[in-house]
Structures are given as C-alpha cells and as structure tokens.
C-alpha cells in the first residue's frame, strides 16, 4: 500500500453524493468516472491539477450514444464541443501518463483506478472507471445518480486494467 494511493482513496470517498456531469473534474460542478480519480489525486499534484485543465477540454463519449439513449449530453456538460489541446495541454498530459503505471487488477490497492469495459451497457463510454476504496473490496464511482460507494461484487462489468500514480 502507498501513502498517496491511501489519500487517493479517502479522498475520493468525500465526493459520495457529488452529482453525475459528464466530463466533470469537480465537486461543485458536478464529476464523471475518471474525473473523480483526477479530482481525488489533484490535492497531491500540481501536475495533476494541470492534466485536469487540459483533459477539461476533451470529452469522451460514444459516438450516437446521445441518439440511442435519447440524453443530449450537453444535458450533462455546459460546453460540449472538444477544443483542441495547446501544446501545452498535450504536455500536461505526457506528465500525467509519466506519472502512472498499469497494475494487475487482482494487485489492486487503495486509491488505484480500476477500468471497466461498458461496451454494451448503455454508458456513455466504452469504458468506466472507479477508484478503489480503502477497503480494496469497494470502490468509488460516478454514476448517473451521482458519486456512490459499492462493493466491487455488485459490479455488473468487468475489470480490465488498473491504473496506480507512482509519484506525487
């Protein structure tokens, strides 16, 4: 176990009950699955807080999942049009990917990030992401009702990656 990775965790669990924004990095504007690791982690990092700002430009989404789910995602996100990265922006993200490792999902620890494939469940994404409790039994995620706390047994998808920070 790591001493940020634990921060990470307890962190994260603050944000249960901060409502769903796709594309969100914030408690107060609301958060989505991989914004809630950032958001979680930007406390220990000034390179994270920048990662955020560029990844803030970015938005993920299924193409026509707003079709087949009948939801506008600009619903969820004021400003729904992807900008593109400055280099600057691209830098901030280099620094982010330095700063992660992949790890093996049964290896999991607290505040690890734990990819899940979606393809095929309606999500917004082909993936989602939730951050692992300090008990590694749960984890913390953004749905759309919110940011919740569940045990990583109730899942419906399936793990496929992890992702740890590996430096401050």
Same mark, same amino acid.
């Given at each position: 176990?790591?001493?940020?990775?634990?921060k990470i965790a307890a962190k994260a669990e603050t944000f249960v009950g901060t409502p769903f924004?796709?594309?969100?990095?914030?408690?107060?504007?609301?958060?989505?699955?991989?914004?809630?690791w950032l958001?979680?982690?930007?406390?220990?990092?000034?390179?994270? /807080?920048?990662?955020?700002?560029?990844?803030? /430009?970015?938005?993920?989404?299924?193409?026509?999942?707003?079709?087949?789910?009948g939801i506008n995602p600009t619903d969820f996100r004021d400003e729904f049009?992807?900008?593109?990265?400055?280099?600057?922006?691209k830098m901030a993200l280099e620094?982010?990917?330095?700063?992660?490792?992949?790890?093996?999902?049964a290896e999991r620890q607290p505040g690890d990030l734990l990819?899940?494939?979606a393809e095929g469940s309606g999500m917004c994404a082909n993936y989602h992401a939730a951050v692992v409790c300090p008990d590694v039994n749960?984890?913390?995620?953004?749905s759309r009702n919110g940011v919740i706390r569940m045990s990583l047994s109730r899942m419906k998808l399936k793990?496929?990656?992890g992702v740890r920070f590996i430096c401050p």
């Open positions: 176990m790591s001493a940020l990775g634990d924004r796709l594309g969100g990095f914030g408690e107060e504007a609301g958060i989505d699955c991989f914004g809630l958001a979680a982690a930007e406390d220990y990092s000034k390179d994270v /807080k920048a990662a955020i700002r560029a990844l803030q /430009k970015c938005v993920i989404i299924r193409h026509g999942f707003d079709e087949r789910r049009v992807p900008l593109a990265p400055t280099d600057k922006d620094v982010l990917s330095e700063m992660t490792t992949e790890i093996d999902v990819v899940f494939e749960a984890v913390v995620q953004a793990a496929v990656a």
